[in-house]
């Protein structure tokens, strides 16, 4: 007699939940000795849902699915020299952001999801975050194979975790997830399997990859999507995670709001530099920053908060700024790394005018008012062989470590200023979103290890500043930095295609 | 509570004193309404050095290449000093004016608008 | 009523998910952007797999779905028959 095929649920109650046992002799509170500080209250972890119920067998086997499929278009890749059918030699410089930025955030998250899948003492849980800890030391190995193939041709991917660690721009990225994984369990859920999962990562991984496939970059399309693909569980046990804890006790809204808060501002922070990628570092257009935003962050993160408000849950703090700023940020960003292209590891450009005119369609608003200006500037200054690079060092936001590049959004040529004093030490801050966030946890954040005082106090080597970028950040000064135009990336380029 | 943490009463190191700084201070100036420069400046500066010497040879290293910088007429410029209006003594040290660690001092020039009058 | 997504790979499967997709949920809107394929439907959406298997002309596993998806928008629910996605209001 064939034996009868279990049904998902039965199948996944088998595999997982019935693994667990009982604190017969131990002491429950020792084996998982985060659950408490943060103030969540757990009645009950059973009443804990999935709404995937992937057991371990069928994970290995779509994950080996999605691997197998993922490699046979790297392997393509490479025989075919495909990097060769990229729009255009600049887009490879948003790849560069992506291997030192985003890549190593992967890595976090996987040592972060594995960390807090040992402390929830519930099994569902544990579960769901070891294996979204294994998605994402999967995404890690599949960018770095993916990019190795560009590091043969391109300049700037040779030292992206060395640079991870010590480059100014890349101390957001970097800064941003360990705040997250210095946080309890539960806050590491909302800070990065809710917010950043369900609203955030959907800005990188979907429209601007599919702008990846339009500029002829099928391995990074590929493994973005490939990516996003376990993202799409990712998401979902984000969701998971704050129902559960909104249903748990009535508590717990509070909290988790302030955690929303936070981190709904902390990421749009960290976006800046997607917005920009998007809007300046992508040759062929798919669609603007602005209208990403609207798809992605308003209407889908609108519906979200719709559905949460049933549990006292409101839209993030700051919405209303953070709204008016999809008109500004991408373009305050790449004038800041414009600006900084001696100091970058990637290769900055002033847009071409039919670039420029499409700045001009998107933001009908505030690019022709506030930002081309700024490029006529520039080109001003480039014709007269005088290329603009800024000298000097910037202020930095203590809470997000960005440049003080933000603006009043009613007033947006004058810089937003804020500041607090705690223990008799000033601290600045690029927005009150930022503000805040230092305000409630000081004693973290006196930490910020902010790139510029870290020069000024000597912990970087130079003083002087090539001396920095080649030897603290390991950057090949004269290579990986500096314009496009005349970069051994574009010499090369123009090598290959033949052209003078 | 200053921070939620599983260790009780948890401090946290200031990495920014002051006395890490090798005898300066970090002061930062920014130019209120002229977004060429797209975050304002940060300088390691001696608190005894004179005010003079920080607008009349460390701020033009950064900000003289701005088309208006030659053009401002400093008896116009106003100043605030931490948010607050102030009026610097050109022989006096910052320190001795009340310009600390971390002090932000930004400087407005209402006739001069930025490149092409747009702030830049 | 707010919207839910779902966003497919643009290739030979995906292409027999929408149609089962569009079949099932005639009120969805299908939009081609390079390399992937969105729909979104106000409320709710479900992908049946004995209409998906029709398209096909084979078995298929809901959870093969998670071999082609990109990404998703609204609340979860899935068992051996349907993967749905919901928002309460
Ligand atoms: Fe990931
Ligand atoms: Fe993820
Ligand atoms: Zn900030």
């Known amino acids: 007699m064939a034996a009868k095929k279990l049904n998902i649920k039965d199948k996944y109650r088998l595999l997982t939940r019935d693994l667990d046992w009982e604190y017969s002799y131990a002491d429950r509170k020792e084996a998982f000795p985060y659950e408490d500080f943060e103030g969540i209250k757990i009645t009950d972890w059973s009443k804990w849902e999935d709404p995937f119920r992937l057991t371990m067998d069928t994970y290995w086997k779509y994950q080996a699915e999605k691997e197998k499929k993922l490699y046979a278009i790297f392997d393509a890749f490479a025989q075919n020299n495909a990097h060769m059918n990229v729009s255009d030699p600049r887009y490879v410089n948003a790849i560069k952001i992506f291997l030192t930025g985003v890549s190593p955030l992967e890595y ?20 769901a975050c070891q294996m979204q800890s294994l998605d994402e030391l999967r995404h890690v190995q599949t960018q770095i194979h993916a990019m190795s193939h560009f590091n043969k041709f391109f300049d700037g991917f040779q030292e992206y975790s060395h640079m991870h660690d010590r480059v100014w721009y890349l101390s957001v990225p970097k800064s941003f997830f360990n705040d997250a994984r210095t946080a309890g369990p539960f806050e590491f859920m909302i800070a990065i399997g809710f917010s950043f999962e369900y609203v955030l990562t959907n800005l990188l991984f979907v429209p601007f990859m599919s702008g990846a496939a339009h500029n002829g970059d099928m391995a990074t399309v590929t493994f ?14 984000g969701l998971e995670v704050i129902k559960f804890l909104l249903e748990q006790h009535e508590d717990n809204v509070e909290i988790v709001q302030k955690w929303i808060d936070k981190w709904f501002w902390r990421g749009s922070r960290l976006l800046t530099i997607v917005a ?9 257009k798919v669609m603007s920053w602005k209208e990403a935003w609207e798809v992605y962050f308003e209407e889908a993160g609108g519906a979200l908060f719709k559905d949460l408000a049933r549990y006292g849950i409101r839209m993030p703090k700051y919405s209303e700024i953070i709204e008016k700023e999809k008109e500004h940020i991408s373009h305050q960003a790449w004038w800041t790394f414009y600006t900084h292209g001696h100091a970058a590891g990637f290769h900055t450009w002033i847009p071409t005018d039919e670039e420029l005119d499409w700045l001009s369609e998107k933001y009908p608003e505030t690019f022709d008012k506030y930002y081309r200006p700024r490029w006529e500037l520039a080109k001003e200054m480039e014709a007269k062989g005088e290329r603009f690079y800024t000298k000097g060092l910037p202020q930095l936001c203590t809470t997000c470590q960005i440049p003080m590049l933000f603006t009043e959004m009613d007033d947006p040529t004058q810089t937003s200023y804020r500041d607090t004093t705690y223990n008799g030490e000033r601290y600045h801050f690029c927005s009150d979103g930022c503000k805040d966030i230092f305000e409630d946890e000081p004693e973290k954040f006196v930490q910020s290890w902010l790139p510029v005082h870290q020069i000024f106090q000597g912990n970087c080597g130079g003083p002087d500043v090539g001396d920095i970028l080649s030897d603290f950040y390991h950057m090949n000064v004269g290579t990986d930095n500096m314009d496009m135009k005349g970069s051994p990336d574009e010499l090369r380029w123009k090598q290959w295609k033949g052209v003078a | 509570m200053a921070v939620k943490a599983i260790t009780p009463d948890y401090k946290g190191e200031v990495l920014d004193k002051v006395e890490n700084f090798g005898g300066n201070q970090v002061v930062y100036v920014g130019w209120d309404h002229h977004l060429m420069f797209c975050a304002p400046f940060a300088f390691p500066l001696p608190p005894e050095m004179p005010f003079e010497a920080l607008r009349t040879q460390v701020m033009p290293e950064t900000f003289s290449l701005h088309p208006e910088f030659a053009e401002i007429d400093w008896d116009q410029v106003s100043w605030k000093l931490d948010g607050e209006d102030f009026v610097p003594q050109a022989d006096v040290a910052l320190k001795d004016q009340g310009i600390g660690h971390k002090s932000v001092l930004r400087f407005n020039t209402p006739d001069l608008k930025g490149y092409q009058g747009a702030g830049v | 009523m707010s919207k839910v997504y779902i966003a497919l790979q643009d290739n030979d499967e995906s292409r027999y998910i929408v149609e089962a997709i569009e079949e099932d949920n005639p009120e969805v809107t299908v939009i081609h952007m390079p390399a992937m394929i969105r729909i979104e439907n106000e409320g709710r959406l479900t992908v049946n797999r004995e209409t998906v298997e029709e398209k096909m002309g084979r078995d298929w596993d809901v959870q093969e779905l998670h071999v082609n998806l990109i990404t998703l928008g609204g609340n979860v629910e899935e068992d051996d028959d349907s993967l749905s996605l919901h928002w309460n209001e």
Not at chain 1, 224 to 237: C, K, N, V
């Open chain 1, 276 to 284: 920009m990628m998007m809007d300046y570092m992508l040759p062929n």
């Open chain 1, 108 to 127: 976090q998250a996987y040592q972060g999801f594995a960390h807090t899948g040992r402390q929830f003492g519930g099994v569902g849980a544990r579960v």
């Open chain 1, 224 to 237: 973005g999507f490939s990516a996003q693909s376990d993202e799409a569980r990712h998401m979902t046990l």
